[in-house]
């Protein structure tokens, strides 16, 4: 029986107890941690580079990640949260930034040595799909590619590369 179908008390009333946090959240551990992030934008033309800092936190009892992402270049402050939701058997995250961009993404797991996010976007003024590739390099290093669709048939488009260096 899962914590949320509680036995009644004899008093009529539900018991409700914290549940232990999904053990699915260690497919998210490489996450965890101070990062040096070098990206590269690929929408721009010609393509950008430049330095960020991520930082990736276990929250709420272990049963969310939050990623506060800092591009102080551009002064963009963003944050990525995510859970795993054991009913839709998939991570489920919600990105938003002091940019007013926000993306709700979901994954289901790791697939050919990649954790996949994908989702509806809608940043810089445009709405898309979004596809967010995480790969581990090593357990010091991580690379994340953006891909994005701006039509339902269309191509996915490579929108960003970023590599992820333990502090």
Known sequence: MSNAEQEPTPSG???FTKPPAPARMTDLDFLLGDFRAEWTNFTADPP?????SWNT???FSGHAYEMT???TEHDLTGRFVVQW???ESAFSGYYYDDWGNRTLLTATGWEDGHLAFVGDCVGFGK???????YEIV????????GFVKFEENGDWIPADEVHCYRD
């Open 13 to 15: 009333e539900q018991e």
């Open 48 to 52: 950008t580079k430049g330095i960020a």
């Open 57 to 59: 936190e276990s929250t």
């Open 69 to 71: 992402q800092r591009v």
């Open 85 to 87: 939701v054991e009913s």
């Open 127 to 133: 709405s898309f799909l979004l596809k967010e590739q």
């Open 138 to 145: 090593d357990e010091n290093h991580y690379a994340k590619r």
